[in-house]
């Protein structure tokens, strides 16, 4: 089993940044996809960034240039950096990681973001 514990939403203006961090515990040893997943009201849940096995990275085409996701691997944590937020972008953001063992893919909470005009 993989826990993941959200932080970091909020509400900002257009234009600020935010940091979102996604602190994963349990079988974090068989992790080998994690990012972040956003549902904006009335929309379906759309990937935004996501780390796979060997560090391969790839963005969401609307947050490519502005997103930015990493990982901490001695802290068991995933960040996404939001900057020049736009109030396209207000969400509720969830972690997500798939494990291989047990197999499973596992979600936060959720954080709510939103970005004011």
């Known amino acids: 089993q993989v ?5 970091g939403g909020g509400l900002v203006q257009a234009g600020g940044s935010l940091r979102l961090s996604c602190a994963a515990s349990g ?5 080998n ?5 956003r549902q904006a009201p009335g929309k379906q849940r759309e990937l ?4 796979r096995s060997r560090g391969v990275i790839s963005y969401a085409d609307s947050v490519k240039g502005r997103f930015t996701i990493s990982r901490d ?9 939001m900057d020049s937020l736009s109030p396209e972008d207000t969400a509720v953001y969830y972690c997500y990681a798939r494990a291989v063992e047990p ?4 979600w936060g909470q959720g954080t709510q973001v ?3 005009s």
């Open 3 to 7: 826990q993941l514990v959200e932080s």
């Open 27 to 31: 079988s974090t040893f068989s992790i």
């Open 33 to 37: 996809d994690i990012g972040w997943y």
């Open 48 to 51: 935004v960034a996501r780390i």
């Open 73 to 81: 691997n001695a802290k068991n944590t995933v960040y996404l950096q």
């Open 103 to 106: 197999s499973g893919v596992y």
């Open 114 to 116: 939103t970005v004011s």
